[in-house]
């Protein structure tokens, strides 16, 4: 299948060939990725394209899965609506 | 390893100062950064861009500098989209001493050419139809402010510098400027030694410690801010909307998604980017209330960056007394990604020895030295 059709981050649809783009302008690390093309920012927080990124990373730069360094996690866990957080907060005080 | 100039901090300003000195054909220029590009306080920024100020000096940076990003797509040939978006920021006011302030500085700001506007609250309403406009006086709108990309604007310098032959290093963090008989002789990493004799300070929140580094006192701090962004949804909100006294902006970016946030009174100064659930909820309630409609998206995340704030408010855009060959562009106190292009012209002015664009005097260094009381710049949240 051509890398173009291989969706690696679903939220913010990149492929597989907008990633490698961007690693041959030598763009290698999860944050300088994510900043450029969005992926990990979408509403899975990079629960679904994280790994798969780092094991693309992983084959590019020829270096073992666990030597890429991980993306930072961000809160919040999951999509919450911002009337719920506000009702929250006013029960709370 | 030898250098003509030594910046430190590859964000907006220390990318923008790289490109300006390299178009006037200074050579052998490094820049040195101790993550990677847009790490620090550019790539955590809430990516407005306004010209809608109370002081002169802060009117003239932010029109010189939309000046620049209305053709910087073209000027720094870059093959990416900027995603600049020219929707206007509307201020809204909340009690009548602030609707005359707005009266005055939009007053100022005509006088200099910024095409603002005072509104009331059913022009406002017409604007921006989900604006709660029980809980304001009036407002002031300047269709010409907006939104920037700060990832993709901070690359296209660095793409436009690089090309000009500016050589960049990811990952060194300066650990000491070596002074030899009042000169700067090198520049030290936890990898390299770089021989140069000028230092540029583009380091955002850590300007003082390169600033120590060096000898020189540079009276800033700084203190976290946090934001969030929201789901993305279809535009429904064109402009930036941007309360003082309630303490929040908030804007719809091209993307789709909301980017919002508000300033902690108490917030303590230091290089914390955490995030707080106090944040959250006081962010929410705010939100609620002045864009209702708001509150039925969901959070997707939160996050902190450094503001660097200076004694008034304003930036330091210098050379020092102290020290030959030390420049400063820091203590942006929260406005660095929106006047970075001038800050790279004028610094690049100051550098070279050329008559400088606008008169900045007033963003020396020495402003300062035996000076406790200062007019602040007050349109800051």
Same mark, same amino acid.
């Given at each position: 299948m051509s890398e173009k059709d291989v969706i690696i981050c679903r939220c913010e649809d990149v492929t597989l060939q907008d990633l490698h783009d961007m690693m041959d302008q030598g763009y290698t690390s999860f944050e300088e990725l994510k900043r450029l093309l969005?992926?990990?920012?979408?509403?899975c927080q990079s629960n679904t394209c994280g790994q798969l990124v780092q094991r693309e990373i992983s084959k590019y730069l020829k270096v073992k899965l666990e030597d890429v360094k991980t993306q930072k996690v961000r809160p919040l866990a999951t999509g919450v609506k911002l009337n719920s957080i506000c009702e929250g907060a006013n029960n709370e005080s | 390893m030898k250098a003509n100039y030594v910046i430190i901090g590859a964000g907006i300003s220390g990318c923008s100062i790289a490109y300006n000195l390299a178009i006037k054909g200074v050579k052998d220029i490094v820049v040195l950064e101790?993550?990677? &590009?847009?790490?620090?306080?550019t790539g955590r920024c809430g990516a407005g861009i306004r010209q809608?100020?109370?002081?002169k000096m802060n009117c003239l940076l932010a029109k010189g500098s939309i000046e620049f990003f209305e053709k910087a797509k073209e000027t720094l040939k870059y093959?990416?989209?900027? *995603? !600049?978006?020219?929707e206007g920021y509307l201020l809204v006011s909340t009690d009548e001493e602030e609707d005359h302030q707005f009266k005055k500085n939009v007053k100022l700001q005509n006088s200099l050419g910024i095409p603002a506007r005072k509104i009331n609250k059913k022009e406002a309403k017409q604007i921006?139809? @989900? &604006?709660?406009?029980?809980?304001?006086?009036g407002a002031a709108f300047c269709p010409t402010d907006g939104h920037l990309n700060p990832f993709r604007m901070t690359d296209a310098y660095f793409k436009a510098a690089k090309r000009l032959g500016v050589k960049f290093y990811f990952n060194e963090e300066v650990t000491d400027i070596i002074i030899v008989n009042n000169k700067i002789e090198k520049v030290i990493t936890a990898n390299m030694e770089i021989n140069s004799n000028n230092v540029v300070n583009a380091?955002?929140?850590y300007a003082k410690e390169i600033g120590d580094m060096a000898g020189v006192n540079i009276p800033v701090y700084a203190e976290n801010h946090e934001i969030l962004v929201t789901e993305p949804i279809e535009e429904v909100q064109r402009p930036m909307v941007m309360s003082f006294t309630k303490n929040i902006y908030c804007q719809q970016v091209p993307h789709g998604s909301f980017i919002m946030g508000r300033s902690n009174p *108490?917030? *303590? @100064?230091?290089h914390s980017n955490e995030s707080t659930w106090k944040f959250l909820d006081e962010m929410a309630k705010t939100v609620c209330e002045i #864009?209702? #409609?708001?509150?039925?998206l969901r959070v997707i995340r939160q996050w902190g960056g450094s503001y660097t704030m200076s004694p008034d408010r304003q930036p330091i855009i210098s050379d020092t007394n102290e020290l030959e060959g030390f420049y400063l562009a820091c203590g !942006?106190?929260?406005?660095g990604f929106m006047f970075a292009p001038m800050t790279g012209l004028l610094l690049s002015e100051i550098i070279l020895k050329e008559k400088s664009?606008?008169?900045?005097?007033? &963003? @020396? #260094?020495?402003? !300062?030295?035996?000076?406790?009381d200062f007019i602040y710049e007050k349109s800051v949240v």
């Open positions: 969005r992926i990990g920012m979408g509403p | 101790k993550a990677y &590009l847009t790490s620090g306080s809608q100020w109370g002081t093959d990416g989209d900027i *995603e !600049f978006k020219q921006v139809p @989900h &604006l709660n406009t029980d809980v304001i006086t380091a955002g929140g *108490e917030v *303590e @100064h230091n #864009l209702p #409609l708001v509150g039925n !942006f106190s929260g406005h664009t606008i008169d900045i005097s007033d &963003l @020396h #260094l020495s402003r !300062f030295k035996n000076k406790k």
